[in-house]
């Protein structure tokens, strides 16, 4: 293994615990999907945070693209799909700038980034 692999090995003792787990998915009544990502404490701006995170988005986006999810009963596609990152309004500033970077990578696939800052867990819409 090398060490860049155990960035991502699961650690429940980080705010993103479980790298390669969908934390959370929806579907809502009207086919809208909505796959959520829980951030519960503090991110910091440290190398290991940044790659979980950013690996974290990349596997969101590539199940959104799925043929796996496109086959779904529910004729799940990119363009209903919603990345909702509930992230805890502490962690760091460019914590919060790298996940805008990803917004334009999101879109390309025709799916929406939603970040929600919050200072709990729960991921409802406002």
């Known amino acids: 293994m090398t ?3 155990a ?4 650690d429940s003792e980080h705010p993103i615990p479980y ?4 934390d959370v998915e929806v579907v809502t ?3 809208r999907i909505f796959l959520g990502v829980t951030i519960a404490a503090p991110l910091q701006n440290d190398v290991r945070s940044q790659m979980r995170l950013l690996q974290k988005i ?3 986006i590539r199940y959104a693209i799925s043929a796996e999810f496109r086959a779904r009963p529910e004729g799940l596609a990119p363009e209903r ?5 509930g992230i805890h ?16 990578i999101v ?3 025709g799916a929406t980034l939603e970040i929600k800052r919050t200072s709990n867990v729960d991921l409802e819409s406002d």
Do not use: A, M
Not at 7 to 10: H, S
Not at 89 to 104: A, G, T, V, Y
């Open 19 to 22: 790298v390669y787990n969908l």
């Open 58 to 60: 990349n596997n969101y």
């Open 89 to 104: 309004l502490e962690s760091h500033p460019d914590i919060f700038s790298l996940l805008e970077q990803c917004r334009p």
């Open 29 to 31: 009544k009207d086919g």
């Open 7 to 10: 960035y991502y090995l699961d």
């Open 107 to 109: 879109e390309e696939v």
């Open 81 to 85: 799909t919603t990345i909702l990152v």
């Open 3 to 5: 060490d860049e692999n």
